[in-house]
Antibody, heavy 123, light 113 residues
Framework: EVQLLESGGGLVQPGGSLRLSCAAS????????MNWVRQAPGKGLEWVSG????????YYADSVKGRFTISRDNSKNTLYLQMNSLRAEDTAVYYC????????????????WGQGTTVTVSS | DVVMTQSPLSLPVTLGQPASISCRSS???????????LNWFQQRPGQSPRRLIY???NRDSGVPDRFSGSGSGTDFTLKISRVEAEDVGVYYC??????????FGQGTRLEIK
């Protein structure tokens, strides 16, 4: 079964840190660009960060640049998001997602989302 | 970044009736490779998003054929031929042509009248 499973969310104080993980199974993880997408309570979807298949190239939304770091370990089929200097506005459900809808996949790209992990930043 | 604008934002529909959602991009989504990477997602209440349509008009596996996508350039449409109760949720368009970043529309909430 094709699956992404996020973990690592929780309640953290402003200024704190969390590390999210996303474990992939059922597909060839090393051939997929990967994204983190978040959804604040009652709001829409917001792209947070993306990473190339090798991990050599990383991309960030302006709102998290300099605070978040995306990485991957293809030997472990796992994607990570290190989140530092957290703010109240980072409160959201964080999803990992295969970048199957991007121009990297000119024929067809599998699109899979995890179940999400909740990050709450509050004192 | 490409801005995606959806309308309407709220869509009450009678069961069995058609529904249509519009999505406009701030610049053309036609890629230099000739493809247009416009995707549609459905998010049912309490669930993760699920892709329905990729490259404007291609249905993902398992998506009922009452869902269809069309459009080109900057104007795109998702149509549901006959709305069923399981279609309730929020629908998002997303562009993958000019990535990074991928960008989403604001979402259209479909409800049953």
């Amino acid at each position: 079964e094709v699956q992404l499973l996020e973990s690592g969310g929780g309640l953290v104080q402003p200024g704190g840190s969390l590390r999210l993980s996303c474990a992939a199974s059922g597909f060839t993880f090393r051939t997929y660009v990967m994204n983190w997408v978040r959804q604040a309570p009652g709001k829409g979807l917001e792209w947070v960060s993306g990473i190339s298949v090798s991990g050599a190239s990383t991309y960030y939304a302006d709102s998290v640049k300099g605070r978040f770091t995306i990485s991957r370990d293809n030997s472990k089929n796992t994607l990570y998001l290190q989140m530092n200097s957290l703010r109240a506005e980072d409160t959201a459900v964080y999803y990992c997602e295969t970048g199957g809808g991007t121009s990297y996949y000119s024929y067809y790209g599998l699109d899979v989302w995890g179940q999400g992990t909740t990050v709450t930043v509050s004192s | 970044d490409v801005v995606m604008t959806q309308s309407p934002l709220s869509l009450p529909v009678t069961l069995g009736q058609p529904a249509s959602i519009s999505c406009r991009s701030s610049q053309s989504l036609e890629h230099s490779d000739g493809n247009t990477y416009l995707n549609w997602f459905q998010q049912r209440p309490g669930q993760s998003p699920r892709r329905l349509i990729y490259k404007v008009s291609n249905r993902d596996s398992g998506v009922p054929d009452r869902f269809s996508g069309s459009g080109s350039g900057t104007d795109f449409t998702l149509k549901i031929s006959r709305v069923e109760a399981e279609d309730v949720g929020v629908y998002y368009c997303m562009q993958g042509t000019h990535w990074p970043p991928i960008t989403f529309g604001q979402g259209t909430r479909l409800e049953i009248k």
